[in-house]
């Protein structure tokens, strides 16, 4: 798919979302939300519009994510009205950018796009990216503050 264009259905949406990524593209990325738009990333991190979407992107694709490659697995729409589809998508991530002598792993998320047809073409108003951590149920705060994974199957 060439550059950012006009979003025609909603599963064009994630297609998009992984040309803007991919070419490390903040403008394009930020160009597929609303105005006043929510995202929140997969450590919880809240944005409420497009111009904040776009600050973090630009940041995220030049130092956390410069050499990454993103690509879909699965798409999933569901209609809520005419003009309104929730599309999850499952993506799969690798190329993060080291940190502190440590190479990040290929991961796996799940995004939520809630999108609206407007007169441009779909475009979304709320989207949550989530990691998917195979084999476990939950996340835990331990003492220290730092998070595990769980599966209280395995107690």
Same mark, same amino acid.
């Given at each position: 798919? +060439? +550059?950012?264009?006009?979003?025609?259905?909603?599963?064009?949406?994630?297609?998009?979302?992984?040309?803007?990524?991919?070419? %490390?593209?903040?403008?394009?990325?930020?160009? @597929?939300?609303?105005?006043?738009?929510?995202?929140?990333?997969?450590?919880? @991190?809240?944005? =409420?519009?497009?111009?904040?979407?776009?600050?973090? =992107?630009?940041?995220?694709?030049?130092?956390?994510?410069?050499?990454? !490659?993103?690509?879909? %697995?699965?798409?999933?729409?569901?209609?809520?009205?005419?003009?309104?589809?929730?599309? =999850?998508?499952? @993506? =799969? @991530?690798?190329?993060?950018? !080291?940190?502190?002598?440590?190479?990040?792993?290929?991961?796996?998320?799940?995004?939520?796009?809630?999108?609206?047809?407007?007169?441009?073409?779909?475009?979304?108003?709320?989207?949550?990216?989530?990691?998917?951590? +195979?084999?476990?149920?939950?996340?835990?705060?331990?003492?220290?503050?730092?998070? !595990?994974?769980?599966?209280?199957?395995? %107690?």
């Amino acid at each position: 798919m +060439p +550059p950012f264009e006009i979003v025609k259905s909603p599963e064009d949406l994630p297609k998009q979302f992984v040309v803007a990524w991919n070419n %490390r593209n903040a403008t394009d990325l930020a160009n @597929l939300f609303d105005e006043n738009a929510e995202f929140v990333n997969v450590v919880g @991190l809240w944005w =409420h519009n497009k111009a904040d979407i776009f600050k973090a =992107h630009d940041y995220g694709l030049k130092n956390l994510f410069s050499n990454s !490659e993103l690509s879909i %697995r699965k798409v999933k729409t569901k209609f809520l009205s005419d003009d309104i589809a929730v599309v =999850h998508a499952r @993506l =799969h @991530l690798e190329g993060q950018t !080291e940190i502190k002598s440590q190479t990040p792993q290929a991961r796996n998320t799940i995004f939520t796009f809630v999108v609206q047809k407007k007169k441009q073409g779909w475009i979304c108003v709320s989207a949550h990216n989530t990691d998917i951590v +195979p084999g476990k149920e939950t996340n835990i705060v331990k003492q220290d503050n730092s998070i !595990e994974a769980v599966d209280y199957r395995k %107690r």
